[in-house]
């Protein structure tokens, strides 16, 4: 593309140039015509428009003729250049730039003019927006995944949740609910409405993120439709109890840490004071108000309210969520579903082996994994 429009452009300036010569020897032959033929010109009448006129109609039929066909090329240079401004808008190299909503902090990064445009929202725990967390995860999947959208002609912004990072003003992070997050991301649809001029955004959600994006499109006419990447279909403490349960070095943790699930879905307080420190962070006092009210949102349920279109992208070496995650989701009407070979919860090529998994959550090096980003673009440009 870049390659055509530098040629558009190189033909559109030749056109233009040999277009100006032409013009320019005419007007030189004219007053030399003059000098031959006696002496002094006559003066020239006043104002362009009538000094135009003069000289075309002391033209012959045959250089009229010419300077006709001259102006069609350079009414037609117009178009080529229009094409070449246009084509060079979309590989221009994207813009980073600071964006808030409020207290809430993220960063745009522009694939230009008229692009659709992609709210990037993270997953569970202390996960900033570029999808690194300081529990170890540096594989930047957020950042990588705009970078390559970017290039694929669409916009995102991507986002620090509230209490977080540079959004830590926004409020305290664990006094949070399914309700409140939703109202963040519906904050931010109107602040990259209002900095864009977009009549609509797209909302992709990541992990948790899921749930929290379908939330935030319900009732919303500005919302363009649903990515929903490494979602889980089932509630969220039903999931906490598969990925404990599926982890062989978690079996002398595992009853007291299912027993504390349980209570958490039966709506009760866990007391973690004596709890084996292995675990007691993930089930802290802080966040279990959270976990109870999330476990009341069934995801597929959510998800059939928002009523949009939506994406449904899954791994199949995921470790976190599952394909039979994704066959839930994909149960709510109008979706479409993209299972991806040999990619995991970080959105990077990996095996099944949960060591050699796991590996690539601190890897700062590894790019995303092939066909991510790409099925993203072509269906938000609604390209298939």
């Known amino acids: 593309m870049i390659e055509q429009a530098a040629l558009w452009g190189l033909g559109a300036a030749v056109i233009l140039l040999l277009a100006a010569l032409v013009v320019v020897g005419f007007q030189h032959g004219q007053a030399?015509?003059?000098?031959?033929?006696?002496?002094?010109?006559?003066?020239?009448?006043?104002?362009?428009?009538?000094?135009?006129r003069a000289r075309r109609s002391a033209m012959s039929p045959k250089k009229r003729a010419s300077l006709a066909a001259v102006a069609a090329i350079v009414a037609a240079s117009g178009g080529l250049a229009s094409v070449f401004t246009k084509d060079h808008d979309q590989g221009r190299a994207p813009v980073e730039s600071q964006i808030a909503a409020g207290a809430l902090e993220g960063t745009m990064l522009s694939a230009g003019k008229d692009t659709p445009v992609v709210l990037i929202v993270p997953g569970s725990g202390p996960t900033d927006r570029d999808g690194d967390s300081p529990l170890g995860i540096k594989a930047a999947p957020y950042r990588l995944l705009a970078e390559a959208l970017?290039?694929?002609?669409?916009?995102?912004?991507?986002?620090?949740?509230?209490?977080?990072?540079?959004?830590?003003?926004?409020?305290?992070?664990?006094?949070?609910?399914?309700?409140?997050y939703a109202k963040d991301y519906r904050a931010w649809i109107d602040a990259i409405r209002e900095q864009t001029g977009a009549k609509c955004v797209w909302l992709l959600g990541h992990s948790e993120g899921g749930l929290m994006v379908s939330a935030a499109a319900e009732g919303r006419k500005d919302?363009?439709?649903?990515?929903?990447?490494?979602?889980?279909?089932?509630?969220?403490?039903?999931?906490?109890?598969?990925?404990?349960?599926?982890?062989?070095?978690?079996?002398?943790?595992?009853?007291?840490?299912?027993?504390?699930?349980?209570e958490l879905k039966a709506g009760r307080h866990v007391d973690t004071a004596g709890m084996n420190p292995a675990i007691a962070r993930l089930f802290a006092p802080q966040v279990q108000d959270f976990m109870i009210s999330a476990y009341g949102a069934d995801p597929v349920a959510v998800l059939e309210k928002a009523?949009?279109?939506?994406?449904?992208?899954?791994?199949?070496?995921?470790?976190?969520?599952?394909?039979?995650?994704?066959r839930l989701l994909d149960k709510a009407p109008r979706t479409r579903l993209v299972i991806l070979e040999g990619v995991n919860h970080v959105l990077k090529e990996a095996p099944a082996d949960r060591a050699a998994n796991l590996a690539t959550y601190a890897n700062p090096d590894l790019?995303?994994?092939?066909?991510?980003?790409?099925?993203?673009?072509?269906?938000?440009?609604?390209?298939?």
């Open 32 to 52: 030399g015509r003059a000098s031959a033929e006696g002496g002094e010109a006559a003066p020239e009448p006043r104002g362009f428009a009538a000094r135009l």
């Open 150 to 180: 970017a290039n694929d002609g669409v916009s995102t912004v991507r986002v620090d949740k509230r209490g977080m990072f540079a959004s830590a003003a926004a409020g305290d992070p664990n006094a949070v609910s399914v309700d409140i």
């Open 223 to 262: 919302v363009c439709g649903l990515v929903l990447v490494s979602a889980a279909g089932r509630p969220i403490l039903d999931v906490m109890r598969d990925q404990l349960q599926a982890n062989p070095a978690n079996a002398p943790i595992l009853p007291e840490a299912l027993h504390a699930i349980d």
């Open 307 to 326: 009523q949009v279109r939506t994406l449904i992208l899954q791994g199949s070496t995921d470790l976190q969520t599952s394909v039979e995650d994704a």
């Open 367 to 384: 790019p995303l994994a092939p066909g991510v980003a790409k099925a993203i673009a072509r269906f938000v440009k609604d390209d298939d």
